[in-house]
Structures are given as structure tokens and as C-alpha cells.
């Protein structure tokens, strides 16, 4: 009786490698183009990322300055407890309104670049002086 074995058979081993000899290598000459176009892409990502993320921040911090101006309070000091660091703020009342603008500046690809400068502006209603009920 013949015992039935599930192991594949082994095929016999040669000593040249699959393919030609003119491929040898071609493996890691291709890694070597795409590893850098790889880091590339990501640290561009993560500009992208970082630069939307100190918008928001600017854009809060512009929000909290006009509530806090339009209320009587400093405009810069509500302002810089929300901007991102080195952020510069505007504040001022125009009529019946308190308009702040924050703005920043972000490096692109690790400094690499020059950085772009975003901002976040908001306007709010001024409150009345005199609130007696």
C-alpha cells in the first residue's frame, strides 16, 4: 500500500537564478527611484496637513479676538491664547463691528521651501456700552 502524501515534491535546484543575468539588481535600482519620490510625496502630505491645520488655529484664534473685541476685552490677548506660535494679530473696530485677522507663516517640505502664509479673519457685532435692565 502506497502512503499518500500532501507535501509538494521538491523540484530539483539549479544553479542559475530565475531570469537573465541582465536583471540582477533591477529590484534595487527600481527602490532606489521610487524610496525618494516616496518620501517626497509624504513630506508634501504632511505640509499639506500641517498648513491646513495652523489655518484653523488661526482661524479660531481670529474668532475668539473679535467675540472678546466686540465686548469691550483685548482682541490680542484672547487672540494669541488660541494662534498657532509666531502668528501675528490685527484687531480693530469699524463702526458697529470688530474685525480681527491672525496670520501665520508655514514652512514647506521641512524648510526646504519658502513658507506660505495663511490666515483666518472674523467679524462680529460690537455689544452695546451701556447695559442697564
Do not use: K, Y
Not at 479660531?60 to 490680542?76: F, K, Q, V
Not at 495663511?118 to 452695546?128: L, Q, R, T, W
Request: charged share 20%; hydrophobic share 45%.
Amino acid at each position: 500500500m502506497s502512503r499518500l502524501s500532501l507535501r509538494p515534491r521538491s523540484r530539483p535546484r539549479s544553479h542559475r537564478r530565475h531570469g537573465n543575468d541582465r536583471e540582477r539588481g533591477s529590484v534595487t535600482a527600481e527602490f532606489a527611484v521610487v524610496l525618494p519620490a516616496a518620501v517626497l510625496l509624504l513630506t508634501a502630505g504632511l505640509s499639506a496637513v500641517n498648513a491646513v491645520t495652523t489655518r484653523i488655529q488661526c482661524l479660531d484664534a481670529a474668532r475668539e479676538a473679535a467675540l472678546a473685541g466686540a465686548r469691550g476685552e483685548s482682541a490680542t490677548a484672547a487672540a494669541n491664547r488660541r494662534a498657532p506660535p509666531g502668528a501675528t494679530v490685527t484687531a480693530a473696530a469699524a463702526g458697529d463691528t470688530f474685525h480681527a485677522e491672525v496670520t501665520a507663516s508655514v514652512p514647506l517640505l521641512g524648510d526646504l521651501l519658502p513658507p506660505i502664509t495663511v490666515s483666518g479673519d472674523a467679524v462680529a457685532a460690537m455689544e452695546p456700552e451701556d447695559t442697564t435692565w
